[in-house]
């Protein structure tokens, strides 16, 4: 599943899986081993069906006078916590031409401020044994330590000192937005799929600001000035737009007081208008073809559909969201679910298919379904295939089997998520960012335990229309570099790119 | 009886609590708790009572050091096992798992292959999880019809491979580093092995290498302790079935000979980006010169921001978003790497930023200041390593197949500490030859011969002899 909070579109800052540091090294070869495999399914969120964490342990939540949200959740397995300050600023608060502003302002908070100077602060937030980073989504962007819980008190000081503190020193800025456009030729450019991702959702929507990648388009990240990154910190960093997380082995009295004296030092600033930007209905299917150097075809395909925050805002019933959400899980909660089962096995028409329902977002988005045909299957029978999973779903009730599975998966995750503290805090501070409030947690395994049959077939029958898709083709051209072909001059083929 | 079970759990946890602060002060590692089976088969446990779910992982030594001439061998024997098991299909495997929200997952790498389950452990959910995770052990039957159709996926796994240039790097830098060892062996196999592969292969590979002498077992969870016997015997007793009995450690994998001279290898590729990744055969598990080599690459590249290759590389030249160095211990030893990724046109530049950086360290070692902060974070950020079942059970696998001593976490920063400026010199002197690296680079038109010996020349200036001899070779992007 590419569902969850999980969000998509995420970038995390400064290294990648790639630093495997100290005694895990034992197994990373396996990290490496996975890399460029197609063995499980397309997306990198796979397989994680996220949610909800039961309330042995509540969430205290306090509210400082100068507007910031405060959320401790105890837990005390080990001496540990994470810390995490979420600001509600991303993608989609920005406008055409300073796409990726965001992100990069994420990168400069690394850079320094008047007190820790640039290095400084990682080698203070390094002495005290932290872990640390950052990462920017469509609607937020948040920075944490995970770190011993009797080291809390220096990262919260550090965190406060950065919200308002921050320099821009243009040295700094200059080599910062080279070493972010080598992140998007990483993540984006040398990757055909996630090449294909982009433009796909920027098809989608046509002025939804989802429609802009997270990490910035090059031009415009080539033409960015240190004052756009300046003018964006002042606007949107203040403490009525942030909200602090801590979860682990914590006691929330005191975190309360660390975070009046470190952050209720600042004054709140009114934050600019963010414009509505509803996206304009889609009035027919729409299509578009990627042709990219690589090996195997690819098909990404997008139904516009309401959110989790839709429902909260009293525009489509309270079931529905959880509807689509159930809908995800029975094409794609594991092995036994209908893409694995008929299309992957069965059918043999998919060497892998995913099926993502992207509903935690402050604005509405995209019920997505990816896959990659098998070997001698034609990208457009795996298309006809995939969408007919989807029909069988508008006609025919799904069995109890299933709905039972998914229920089972759904309350079993709950328990097994709360392993990782970070993960627990990551779920707080997005839901309170995009709007839903933290308190969705509590909602989320009864509004999925209630869904019915009939349910599912009906939001299958409302939302999935053909007239609301939009589906990307990837079509792998050859990999030789032009060198080799200007090397054979004479021959035809070496005109073809 | 359940909610006896848990009062006890409740009151050991207590109890060792108690005892855990009397004896020690400050970071407790989780207590490793090890037996042996009566058939044979090593256990680890630990006991996490807070939250109601199970880990278990059996680990093999059955990766793909061990396939032989069939490249690809350990990795397929593995993938089919969750696609048939006593007389169930692979569907009615995976409904068996799911249905009662369980997750089921086996692996491999060049040492090990596993078998994992995780499940909440209310008796409903957890006894036929654990039930279908013995069938599996057991009498998985690798159907014919399933293995076809893996055949075609490892295929169109190895396109995907062919359309990732980190991939198509990690591939090249393996196979040149190992030349004829085992750990060169592709770990997918390749087109022509994955075609010849035999169902029959797998089987046997399956009877030889998944047996009780060769497999260790991992429980991390809210079980008791008599639970938890229970269960490893029943284990074992499912990977003794079928008059298979206890079976024979595997053999061991043979020693790592160091590089005889610096390579380097460009494999032109349509990127914006040039891949580079340089190494040599580093340490393996266990290895005397374990810490000092973990302590000294946590300076050189192994701590993320503080690290001189991120400072030189990316901080101060913004040459690369991702760079790195680290020492992989395995079974024989592992690949010592650094790598980074950079814009084409930086390619020359960042290779030599790195080299120095290399080439310098490896010479002079860090700093007294450096190593200190290495050894604050390392210490302080201990308790983070096991803070979840999922990093414990992780370190029990480790700690179990490498037959690492039990007390290895407790010990851990205590051995980093007491190490010397001067051993980690001394160490870096010994175990890395600057002049002797693997260099692989994946992205750029094909380059003439020249540049490329240029770019080996900056890598062993000082071994002007060697030069002559260097290999140069040109790859062609692998169809």
Do not use: C
Not at chain 1, 146 to 166: F, G, P
Not at chain 1, 182 to 205: G, I
Not at chain 1, 256 to 273: C, I, N, R, T
């Amino acid at each position: 599943m590419i569902t969850s909070l999980a969000l998509p579109g995420v970038i995390r800052t400064s290294f990648l899986v790639l630093v495997i540091m100290g005694l895990s090294g034992a197994f990373s070869s396996l990290v490496l081993a996975d890399s460029g495999s197609i063995q499980g399914k397309t997306d990198s969120n796979t397989n994680h069906i996220s949610n909800s964490v039961p309330d042995n342990s509540k969430v205290h939540e306090y509210q400082l006078k100068n507007g910031m949200k405060v959320l401790v959740k105890q837990d005390k397995r080990a001496p540990v916590a994470v810390i995490q300050v979420w600001y509600r600023i991303g993608t989609s608060y920005e406008h055409d031409g300073i796409t990726g502003l965001s992100h990069l302002l994420e990168h400069m908070m690394f850079k320094g401020t008047k007190k820790h100077a640039s290095g400084e602060f990682e080698k203070l937030v390094s002495a005290i044994g932290a872990r640390n980073n950052a990462f920017t989504s469509q609607d937020y962007t948040a920075y944490y330590e995970v770190l011993a819980s009797d080291k809390l008190e220096t990262a919260i000081e550090i965190e406060a000192d950065r919200m308002r503190n921050l320099l821009f020193d243009p040295e700094e800025f200059k080599k910062e937005l080279e070493v972010v456009k080598e992140e998007r030729r990483l993540r984006t450019d040398d990757n055909p799929n996630a090449l294909m991702r982009e433009q796909f959702n920027a098809v989608a929507f046509l002025n939804s600001p989802y429609r802009a990648p997270v990490i910035g388009w090059m031009v415009d990240l080539e033409h960015m000035k240190v004052e756009d990154a300046h003018d964006w910190y002042k606007k949107w960093y203040t403490p009525n737009n942030a909200t602090l997380v801590i979860v682990g082995d914590v006691d929330p009295e005191q975190i309360h007081a660390w975070a009046e004296k470190y952050f209720g030092v600042y004054q709140s600033h009114p934050l600019p208008d963010v414009k509505v930007r509803t996206e304009v209905e889609q009035k027919g299917i729409r299509h578009i073809t990627m042709k990219l150097p690589a090996k195997l075809p690819g098909l990404r395909m997008g139904f516009k559909v309401p959110g989790m925050i839709s429902a909260k805002k009293g525009e489509v019933e309270k079931w529905e969201p959880y509807a689509l959400e159930v809908l995800a899980y029975i094409l794609d909660g594991g092995d036994s679910a209908r893409f694995a089962k008929n299309l992957v096995r069965g059918r043999e028409i998919a060497a892998s298919a995913g099926a993502g329902y992207y509903s935690y977002g402050r604005l509405p988005n995209l019920f997505v379904i990816t896959g990659v045909p098998a070997k001698d299957v034609s990208t457009a029978d795996l298309q006809k295939a995939l969408l007919n999973e989807v029909d069988i779903l508008k006609n025919e009730l799904v069995s109890e089997a299933e709905l039972k599975r998914v229920k089972a998966q759904v309350v079993a995750n709950e328990v097994f998520e709360r392993d990782s503290i970070e993960h627990v805090a990551t779920l707080l501070g997005s839901l309170e960012s995009v709007g839903l409030g933290h308190q969705y947690m509590d909602d989320y395994v009864p509004g999925v335990l209630a869904v019915t049959a009939e349910q599912i077939r009906e939001v299958a029958k409302k939302y999935l229309l053909e007239d609301h898709l939009t589906v990307a083709e990837l079509i792998p051209q050859s990999l030789k570099t032009t060198a080799k072909t200007e090397k054979k001059p004479s021959t035809t083929k070496s005109i073809k790119k | 009886m359940k909610m006896n079970a848990l009062i006890k759990i409740r009151l050991k946890a207590l109890l060792g609590g108690l005892l855990l602060v009397i004896t020690q002060l400050g970071f407790a590692a989780p207590k490793i708790e090890n037996w042996v089976t009566d058939s044979g088969l090593q256990v680890y446990y630990v006991q996490v009572p807070e939250l109601p779910m199970l880990d278990v992982r059996l680990t093999f030594a059955a990766g793909s050091a061990h396939d032989g001439d069939k490249a690809g061998l350990a990795s397929m024997t593995s993938s089919m096992l969750d696609k048939g098991a006593a007389g169930m299909n692979a569907d009615q495997v995976a409904e068996a798992f799911e249905s009662v929200g369980a997750e089921f997952s086996t692996g491999s790498a060049r040492d090990m292959a596993w078998i994992s389950l995780r499940t909440v452990t209310r008796a409903e959910q957890m006894q036929p999880a654990l039930a279908s995770w013995k069938k599996i052990i057991a009498s998985p039957d690798f159907p014919e019809a399933d293995f076809a159709r893996l055949k075609k996926q490892m295929l169109i796994g190895l396109e995907a491979e062919k359309q990732s240039p980190a991939a198509i790097a990690s591939k090249a830098f393996y196979k040149n580093l190992y030349h004829d060892h085992p750990y060169a062996q592709p770990q997918n196999g390749t087109e022509k092995s994955i075609q010849s592969m035999r169902i029959d292969d797998l089987k046997n590979y399956y009877k030889r290498f998944y047996v009780v002498k060769n497999a260790q077992l991992a429980l991390v969870g809210s079980i008791s302790r008599n639970e938890a016997e229970k269960i490893a015997r029943q284990i074992a007793d499912a990977l003794m079935s079928k008059g298979k009995g206890a079976g024979e450690k595997a053999p061991e994998v043979p020693e790592v000979q160091p590089l005889p001279k610096a390579e380097v290898i460009h494999i032109p590729y349509p990127s914006k980006q040039a891949h580079i990744m340089i190494g040599q055969p580093g340490d393996k598990r266990g290895d005397k010169d374990y810490f000092k080599l973990y302590l000294g690459n946590h300076v050189l590249g192994g701590s993320g921001f503080t690290s001189r290759l991120m400072k030189e590389v990316r901080v101060k030249r913004g040459l690369a978003y991702s760079v790195y160095s680290y020492f992989i211990p395995m079974q024989e030893n592992g690949p010592f790497m650094l790598g980074l990724q950079t814009r084409l046109s930086e390619t020359d530049k960042a290779l030599e930023v790195v080299r120095d950086v290399l080439r310098k360290f490896q010479k002079e070692g860090p700093t007294e200041e450096e190593l200190k902060a290495s050894k604050l974070n390392i210490t302080g950020g201990f308790p983070l390593r096991t803070a979840s079942n999922d990093d414990i059970i992780g370190y029990l696998a480790m700690i179990g197949f490498y037959a690492m001593p039990l007390d290895y976490l407790d010990t851990f920063t205590a051995k980093v500490n007491k190490i010397t400026r001067d051993e980690v010199i001394d160490a870096f002197k010994r175990r890395v030859d600057p002049d002797k690296m693997l260099t692989v680079i994946v992205g750029g038109e094909e380059k003439h011969k020249d540049k490329v010996k240029d770019n080996a020349k900056e890598n062993s200036k000082a071994e002007n002899k060697t030069l002559g001899k260097e290999a140069i070779t040109e790859k062609k992007p692998q169809k």
